[in-house]
Nanobody, 124 residues
């Protein structure tokens, strides 16, 4: 059974940076495409970024392109989200998700495995 644990969230001022980490256990990490999603209060969970099994392909929501970078370290069974130039509208709970296979999905319902989430709050 896959376990995903996020860390690195917190409170930051607008314009600041945070780096989220997600550790993976229970299966072979490099069999999984990984994604980051976020959910603000009263809103649906939305795609932020995704990365392929090898790390060779990455995908981003338009709202974070040029500010966020997703990466993975298959030797450490971890995926990261570097968030720069943060804005108050980035405030949300951020979730790590994994789905076995070659595809990288942008739809939350296509991911089977989820972490518990980490809160990111950006003050203005």
């Amino acid at each position: 059974q896959v376990q995903l644990v996020e860390s690195g969230g917190g409170l930051v001022q607008a314009g600041g940076s945070l780096r989220l980490s997600c550790t993976f256990s229970g299966r072979t990490f490099n069999d999984y495409g990984m994604g980051w999603f976020r959910q603000a209060p009263g809103a649906e969970r939305e795609f932020v970024a995704g990365i392929s099994r090898s790390g060779g392909s990455t995908y981003y929501a338009d709202s974070v392109k040029g500010r966020f970078t997703i990466s993975r370290d298959n030797a450490k069974n971890a995926v990261y989200l570097q968030m720069n130039s943060l804005k108050p509208e980035d405030t949300a709970v951020y979730y790590c998700a994994g789905q076995r296979g070659y595809a990288v999905y942008t739809v939350a319902g296509l991911y089977r495995d989820w972490g518990q989430g980490t809160q990111v709050t950006v003050s203005s």
